[in-house]
C-alpha cells in the first residue's frame, strides 16, 4: 500500500477494507483452522465412544448397544481386571438425562468408557482456546474503541 492511499477498514492476510465483524471473523477462521488438527483428536474420541454397535441382549439397567472403543479395548486388554474388591466410577448413558455412576473392574470397559468424556473435555477446551486466540490476535489489531473486553473468571 502507498503512503498516500487510505483504507477505511483493517487489513488482515490479503484482506482489506474490514469492518471489525469482519475482521474477527477472519482471524476466527484462520484460528479454528490451526487448531483443526488437534480437534480432530477430540471428536474421534467422542464418536468412537458411543454406543452404537448393536449387543446382545443385556440385563434391564444397562445401556443398549456399545461402542467401537469399548469393543477394542476388550480385545487389547482381554481379562485384564483390577484387583480383587477395587472398582472404578464410570459415567455409563446415552443422553444427559440417562447419566449415572456404575463401577467395573475391567480395565477395557473402564477405559472405553472414560474416552468421550476425556473426548468432551478436550473439544470444550480446544473452544475454549480458539475463542481465546481469536479474541487476543482481534485486540492486537483493533482500535481501543473497538476491542472486546474479556472476563477471566
Known amino acids: 500500500m502507498d503512503t498516500v492511499e487510505q483504507i477505511d477498514g483493517y487489513f488482515y492476510k490479503g484482506y482489506w477494507n474490514l469492518k471489525p465483524a469482519e475482521l474477527y471473523t477472519l482471524i476466527f477462521i484462520d484460528v479454528a483452522s490451526q487448531h483443526l488438527e488437534v480437534e480432530a483428536g ?3 474420541a467422542i464418536l468412537l465412544g458411543q454406543p452404537w454397535i448393536p449387543t446382545r441382549v443385556k440385563p434391564g439397567g444397562t445401556v443398549k448397544g456399545t461402542s467401537v472403543v ?3 479395548n476388550r480385545k487389547i486388554f482381554p481379562n485384564v481386571r483390577l484387583p480383587r474388591g477395587i472398582t472404578l ?4 448413558g446415552k443422553k444427559i438425562s440417562e447419566l449415572r455412576w456404575a463401577k467395573s473392574n475391567q480395565v477395557g470397559a473402564i477405559i472405553g468408557r472414560w474416552i468421550p468424556w476425556i473426548g468432551w473435555g478436550l473439544a470444550f477446551w ?3 482456546k480458539i475463542l481465546m486466540d481469536t479474541v487476543e490476535i482481534f485486540n492486537t489489531i483493533i482500535d481501543p ?7 477471566y473468571f
Not at 89 to 92: A, E, K
Not at 145 to 151: E, M, N, V
Request: net charge positive; hydrophobic share 50%.
Open 145 to 151: 474503541k473497538d476491542r472486546i473486553q474479556f472476563g
Open 70 to 72: 469399548s469393543i477394542l
Open 89 to 92: 466410577p464410570v459415567l455409563v
Open 42 to 44: 477430540a471428536i474421534s
Open 126 to 128: 480446544y473452544a475454549r
